[in-house]
C-alpha cells in the first residue's frame, strides 16, 4: 500500500513538475528519478540495523543536486525541496554519531522526507506559477 502511494505521489509530482515546472521542474525531475533508481539497488546492498552507507551517499548526492538546483533557480520551491531532502541526510548522519539506534525508527526518518519533498514540489511550482501569473496582471 505505501510502495503504491510512493509510486503514485512520485508519478503525479514528476508529470507535474515536468509541464508545469519549466527548466527547474525538467532538472527536478532527471535528478528525482535518478535518484529513485539509484536507491533501489542502494537499499538492498545494506540492511537498517547499521547506517546505509550506499543508501546515503545516494540521498547526499540528491541533496547536492537540490541544492545546484536551488542556486540557479528563479522560484522558490528548490528551496523546501532542498530542505527536505536535507532532512533525510541528517538521518543518515545521527546514525553515525549513535551507536544504538531503532532500525525502525532510521527507516521511517529516511524515508519519510520524500513525501513533504514531492508535495513541496507540487505546491511550491503552483504557488510559483499564481505569483508570476499575478504580476504579469498587476503591470
Same mark, same amino acid.
Given at each position: 500500500?505505501?510502495a ?5 505521489l ?18 527536478f ?8 533508481v #539509484? ?9 537498517w540495523?547499521a ?9 547526499l ?13 528563479t522560484? &522558490? ?12 541526510v541528517?538521518t543518515?548522519?545521527v546514525?553515525? #554519531? ?11 526518518l ?13 505546491i511550491g511550482?503552483?504557488?510559483d506559477r ?6 504579469? &496582471?498587476?503591470?
Amino acid at each position: 500500500m505505501l510502495a503504491a502511494s510512493f509510486w503514485l505521489l512520485t508519478l503525479m509530482a514528476c508529470l507535474f513538475a515536468a509541464i508545469f515546472g519549466g527548466r527547474e521542474g525538467r532538472w527536478f525531475v532527471g535528478l528525482f528519478l535518478s535518484s529513485v533508481v #539509484l536507491t533501489i539497488p542502494a537499499q538492498l546492498a545494506g540492511s537498517w540495523h547499521a547506517t546505509q552507507f550506499w543508501l546515503a551517499m545516494v540521498d547526499l548526492l540528491l541533496l547536492v543536486g537540490l541544492i545546484w538546483l536551488m542556486l540557479r533557480a528563479t522560484c &522558490y520551491w528548490p528551496i523546501w525541496a532542498a530542505a527536505s531532502q536535507f532532512l533525510t541526510v541528517l538521518t543518515h548522519c545521527v546514525t553515525l #554519531l549513535l551507536g544504538n539506534f531503532s532500525d525502525r525508527i532510521y527507516a521511517g526518518l529516511s524515508t519519510v522526507w520524500v513525501i513533504p519533498l514531492l508535495l513541496f514540489t507540487i505546491i511550491g511550482i503552483e504557488l510559483d506559477r499564481k505569483a508570476r501569473h499575478d504580476r504579469a &496582471y498587476a503591470t
